[in-house]
């Protein structure tokens, strides 16, 4: 157990549907990453926050956003959602930002789009 | 875009043997990342390399960040079935751009 958790673990919606998937980072991180992992593409980095500011930006799609709360928990949106979108959607943490820094990640929350 | 280019796709090795793997890339990065994943869960991260040329070990993986920056190795000695999953690479430069390779499977066999 990595200490990070995601909810849901599983999501099943429509195309054109607009989902959020929840991240809590292990206590005491302030650092909260976005991966998408598909059959296709692998695993991308989508996007990387730091107490609560957007620090890097990877392979993200404009119909996707994310968050990070004042409480340190991270929600990434997907909107207008496509087939393709189907993927296992990773949030790692880490305890500050840089990349020498360890990340930890969660479970993942599998979507599906019909 | 950066990609990272890991062989062998897949290997089956008998318990006991050694395993190596690479990882390319045609970006020069500044770290590199080995990460293993079991199914159903999330990549567990093994090793990380800071430096070119840098050699470092965690119990019976060794891994090797390459002097050109464009690639590194991975090697596991006297594998055992918990070795089993999926190994990825990752190239992360100062711009905090992790880019994933799309990684070994590896199997073992008793």
């Known amino acids: 157990d990595s200490g990070v958790t995601q909810t849901p673990k599983h999501l099943i919606t429509a195309t054109g549907q607009r989902v959020t998937l929840r991240c809590s980072p292990r206590s005491g991180d302030l650092s909260v990453y976005w991966y998408q992992q598909s059959l296709d593409q692998g695993l991308q980095f989508l996007i990387q926050y730091y107490n609560g500011e957007e620090r890097a930006k990877g392979n993200i799609l404009e119909r996707f956003s994310a968050q990070q709360f004042p409480d340190l928990h991270s929600e990434l949106n997907l909107s207008s959602l496509e087939l393709g979108d189907s993927a296992l959607y990773f949030c790692a943490s880490s305890l500050r930002t840089g990349i020498t820094e360890t990340q930890y990640f969660g479970p993942g929350t599998r979507l599906l789009v019909l | 875009g950066q990609q990272l280019n890991q062989s062998p796709q897949s290997m089956f090795i008998q318990e006991g043997e050694d395993v190596s793997m690479n990882c390319t890339s045609s970006?020069?990065?500044?770290?590199w990342l080995w990460y293993k994943q079991d199914p159903g869960e999330g990549p567990v991260l093994l090793i990380a390399?800071?430096?070119?040329?840098e050699l470092t070990s965690n119990g019976r993986l060794t891994a090797q960040f390459g002097i050109t920056r464009k690639d590194s190795f991975l090697n596991i000695s006297a594998s055992i079935p918990s070795d089993v999953g999926i190994y990825f690479c990752a190239g992360v430069n100062y711009g905090q751009n992790f880019v994933f390779g799309p990684g070994t499977r590896l199997s073992v066999l008793p």
């Open positions: 390399l800071y430096k070119a040329g």
């Open positions: 970006s020069i990065f500044n770290t």
